[in-house]
């Protein structure tokens, strides 16, 4: 009976024993399980952050590219807009100029008005002085004549 029953305690360790080392390897792959998936999960994270990284690199220079773009769109707005203001200044100084030179035009047609009105006058006072030249060189001739 006792070595039946230490049979049994033996049989009852074993099983214990065997229990236990099974519960240890599953135990033990457990934690192979978990610190596989911790580093996973490292990995991913690690991964995700140089994503997040590489993505916030690439909206950086998106968004410095677009900043590049819109001032050259300022700097040709700005030119265009130089153009017409002197293209504006070109238009305005041609209007003067054509001022000025319908001004000068009708000055000089009137200069040439009063310079045909002075050679007429010129004319018409050699005719007077001629014609009263004439009529004093008759009196003078009839004088002559008198005496």
């Known amino acids: ?38 580093e996973e999960e490292k990995r991913l994270r690690a991964d995700a952050e140089k994503g997040f990284q590489d993505r916030e690199a690439a909206l950086v220079a998106e968004s410095e ?22 293209q504006e200044h070109e238009t305005i100084m041609a209007e003067e100029a054509a001022k000025q030179v319908a001004c000068t035009t009708a000055a000089l047609e009137e200069e ?3 310079r045909a009105d002075a050679e007429k006058g010129f004319q018409d006072r050699e005719a007077a002085l001629v014609a009263e030249s ?12 008198e005496v």
């Open 1 to 38: 009976q006792a070595a039946i029953a230490e049979v049994q305690r033996w049989q009852t360790v074993a099983v214990a024993q065997e229990h236990e080392t099974i519960m240890a390897e599953e135990a033990a792959k457990q934690v192979a399980c978990t610190t596989a998936a911790l």
């Open 65 to 86: 590219k677009r900043a590049e773009d819109l001032q050259a769109a300022i700097a040709e707005v700005q030119r265009w807009q130089t153009v017409a203001v002197a």
């Open 112 to 114: 040439k008005r009063l």
């Open 134 to 145: 004439e009529k004093r060189a008759e009196d003078l001739q009839a004088a002559i004549a």
